[in-house]
């Protein structure tokens, strides 16, 4: 049974263009979160969805949007690209029902941008 | 002040030391707690729930004080494999499912 898988494993950008990650849910679960890890920092949430509808939403400009398929997948999308974006992009995935359980995490997405 | 506070180390420690990390919480409101450990350049793993009664595994033992807001972690019989960063991690208010992940301390256990 896979757990969480993100791809790609690594990305290269330059300042002012957009991206796109990618994020499939352990099985059996339908929730998504999305986090951002600075060097040095723990991650930060950036945004968790549930039913194709983002659910919460934590302290990340506009730049920063989402989505969820039906297969529960979801993809992280950041616009207009600063240096500052760049960072360890976590997935991680969750029952509903688990709300208040601990979260298993992707391997993530190392987003550099130059 | 940030929402998860912890000391940032490094804690440089012989093999088979004891060693303790500390974390304070904001949010009173907090309702679950964990600590998570992360190897360099990887993902952060689930290291064990923390429980209001204390909770042992193996060699690591958690422990929370709600009155206080504080959480700790003690490792005992540090190995060599022991060496990441240990992050204190509660949930927001609300039993939304959001983390709030501390900064994160670094231990590196010598040999």
């Known amino acids: 049974d896979a757990g969480v898988t993100q791809s790609p494993t690594h990305l290269i950008k330059t300042r002012g263009q957009q991206v796109t990650l990618r994020c499939s849910p352990k099985s059996g679960h339908d929730t998504v979160s999305w986090y951002q890890q600075a060097l040095g920092q723990g991650p930060q949430f950036i945004f968790q969805?549930?039913?194709?509808?983002?659910?919460q939403r934590g302290n990340f400009p506009d730049r920063f949007s989402g989505h969820q398929f039906p297969n529960y997948s979801s993809e992280l999308n950041v616009n207009a690209l600063l240096l500052g974006d760049s960072a360890l992009y976590l997935c991680?995935?969750?029952?509903?029902?688990?709300?208040?359980?601990?979260?298993?995490f992707g391997n993530g997405t190392r987003l550099t941008v130059t | 002040r940030k929402e998860v506070e912890q000391d940032p180390g490094p804690f440089n420690v012989p093999e088979g030391a004891t060693v303790a990390f500390n974390c304070t919480y904001s949010n009173s409101a907090s309702q679950s707690f964990f600590w998570y450990r992360q190897d360099c350049r990887k993902e952060p793993k689930l290291l064990m729930s923390v429980y209001s009664s204390g909770n042992e595994d193996g060699r690591f033992t958690a422990q929370l004080n709600r009155a206080s807001q504080y959480i700790s972690l003690l490792i005992r019989d540090s190995k060599l494999s022991d060496s990441a960063t240990y992050l204190c991690v509660v949930t927001a208010a609300g039993n939304t499912g959001k983390l709030i992940f501390g900064q994160g301390t670094t231990l590196q256990v010598k040999p």
């Open positions: 991680a995935s969750s029952p509903l029902t688990g709300v208040g359980s601990p979260l298993h």
């Open positions: 969805y549930y039913e194709e509808e983002e659910r």
